[in-house]
């Protein structure tokens, strides 16, 4: 059926790809220059080589090529991330993108032609647009998972309840091993792209880095599938990670619209059709991906601003909020309304059990002493969190390293597909089997006044929880339990296993249960430890497999699980103290909630963001002060080990990412960038052109050197040639494919007034060729090269060179030259002296960590610092 489908889906994401500017010109450029074709013809660096030693090790798929090297995920945050020759190469292949039209004549004739008064207008509905469609495919999702979750418990427990063990061992791990299959096949087979959760992509797209296929149609498709099978079946993942990388494939995607259906003119989707707005639009997606994944609006914008945008605007931050206002709701409307895909009849009642994800009923007070284990809590969670990181990319890196010493292709997509499958195996083996070995606990749930099912059950330690997760989680080694009245009150024995509630159930309804407040002592250490070491480990595990698959929700009961283990100990140290006590404050409900935050906090390294989450998923305010506590302590102890996960995670797909501020430290000393200039990194001798050029000169020079800009230079009065402007390769690929636009013979640049008059006729030229085909790179500079029929012809760059290209002076600070590129997302700067004569050249890829580290070591040495 995908396959099918896929095939009346457009080829690639290049339909999706925004022009440099506009419809006329940017639409000619981008839908003839950034075919695959010439991205492999015109791509600077060459394919990685295969690995020499066995310290580095590559693995090449369809779309993603990575290398892996071992053992160096111990760096503090605070340290160079140091990359190996060869992801150094990998590194090369990703290309920036052009955040900034080229600001030339013709680009100005196209912004006069623009009607840019209901802009700001189209803006907002656009952005409200992409909430909606994000808060749709959000609600098919969960509905969808629920629905898969639901039936394989149901029908396991059938089973067991009917003493069938063995045959409800054999239905939940079938089912389970079916679904992981069926999401990695997916994958595997069909969208590489939409493997793992797409953020460490996102967000080097954000930060400006071109990376393919990730926003196609056919991975969103795939990574929907993939999700909601791998999640569905009981895979210890969460739907977040992917909700973030759907949210920017529907914000691509739709203010892209025209670019895809390239034969329909549609005006409302052209005007966006430019690299910022894109860039915007993919951001509000990523925001409203997690508020709707979590039901948190302020949360996801927070998520957004803090992980994964590197470019925020306070008007980007209000249309954020709106586009998190719209797909939370819609997504919690249609929630309302349905379970499972059963019509419950609630439609736009936003009930707390429904509405809020893991709704905490009765939270308690605080006192200044909760302070003490919040800390302590936030000193593990930084350490776990920090191992969590190492063991992950330890995983990523073995698995990679298997998978490349296998020879042959589908042996290695047999072990794809079966990864997810044996971790299956393993997690219903561990849910059905495990719980057997604990005992049952006797409980007593209380049935109220009105006749509805009790509210409360109370164990033998008279302390609470709700009877509906008792019901829902009665294990069938336990004891079904009888009903009585007593007096207007029904009152139900039973016996309940405290695995079988985090183990043998829905995470989120394992997470519920670990957050039940006056429910001291529901857990004890045995299950809570057991289901501890079965968490990290299967989450680490199967995070990097071949399926679509996030980590947030694991990690949130992974902390819970430590928090309630540090909340029992303090029980069992000061006793059982309920309401209105001094020491109720000692909740170990309240103590996983922290420890969910704590542990976020330690792995990614966020504060704001989770803190409003965690506050938005249990709606206990009350614990505000310990979480933000807790996830203060555990940044600062996890930054003292490892980077953040995400950014490690940039780092070993070799994702080219630049830093807010810079990091470079060179022996043991953080670098201070003021202290050197521009003309200490900077690349020369610098390829330049003239503005009038020789049209064989100008393929030959296209061809010899791979780089994507080159400044333009003219002669001044004195004879000098001082810098004028910039041209990148795809502009001058244009220009080398319209005969039209060269005269034969040096011509003298055009002056200020012939210039306007020459766009006007420049451009309608370059509209005649805007729907031509794809044309090959390569061939097209051999031939204007070599061919004497172009020998007497120049051409007039004047129209189209970019003359907005920033220049600074080669004495110009480094620290505000990386300033310049990270805050205004710029891919060239060039250098110049007090003449202003062209004398290096800076990249955004040259102010890489580790590529300054390599230019300023020796420098360092030679010169005081
Ligand atoms: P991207 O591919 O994202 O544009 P890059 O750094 O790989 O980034 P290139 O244009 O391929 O970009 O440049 C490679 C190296 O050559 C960089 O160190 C850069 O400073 C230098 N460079 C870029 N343009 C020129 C040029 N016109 N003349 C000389 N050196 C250049």
Redesign the pocket.
Known sequence: LIMSFSSVLPEDEDFFRAPNYGDDLGGVRRRTYTTSAVRTSV???PKPAPPKDDTVFAVKDDENFSVFAKGRDYEPVYVTHEYTEQEKDTL?T???CDYLPNHSHIFKHWIKRQNISDLETDRWVMIGLIGFVIGVVSFFLHQLIERIDHLKWRITKDLLKDERIWEGWLFCAGYSMLFAVFAATVVVFWRPSAGGSGMPEVTGYLNG??IRRIFSIRTLIAKFLSCVAAIGCGMPIGPEGPMIHMGASVGSGLSQLSGYLKRINLPFFERFKNPEDKRNFITAGVAAGVSAAFGAPVGGLLFCMEEVSSFWTKTLAWQIFFCCIIATSTSDIFNSAFERFQIIGMFGEFRTSRYILFNVDEAVDINILMFIPSVIIGVIGGLLGSLFTILNLKIHRYRKRILASISRQWVVRLVRLLEPALIMLIMSSFSVFLPMAFSCIPFTCIKGETGILSEYCVNDTMNKYDSHFVEENIFHTCNVGTYYLDGTTFVYNGTYNELSLLIFSSKDEAMKTLYLRNSHKMFNYGPLFASLAIYFVMVCWSAGTSVAAGILVPMLMIGALYGRIVGLIMVDIFGVHLDDDYLSWMDPGAFALIGSASFFGGVARLAPAITVIMMELTNDLKVLLPVMTAVMVSKWVGDFFTHPYFHALLELKCI?FLNQHPHVRIDSTNVKLDLFAAEDI???????LNLVEHVPKIAQILLD???????VVRKNKEGKRVFYGLMT?SDLLVLLDHRSVMCQGPVEPMNDETVDIASIEYDKMLKGKKDEEEINTRFLLQFVAENSDYKDYYVDMTPYVNQSALSIQTKFSLQRAYTLISALGL??LVVVNGNNEVR???????LMGH?MVEFLSPILQTRPY
Do not use: C, L
Request: hydrophobic share 25%.
């Open positions: 791509s600077r660096a090369n990703y290309e920036s880095t071109q080219p900077m690349a020369f001798p610098v390829v330049s050197y791979q780089h994507n800009g080159f400044p390769r891919r060239h290096g050249m800076i990249t955004r890829k040259d590529h």
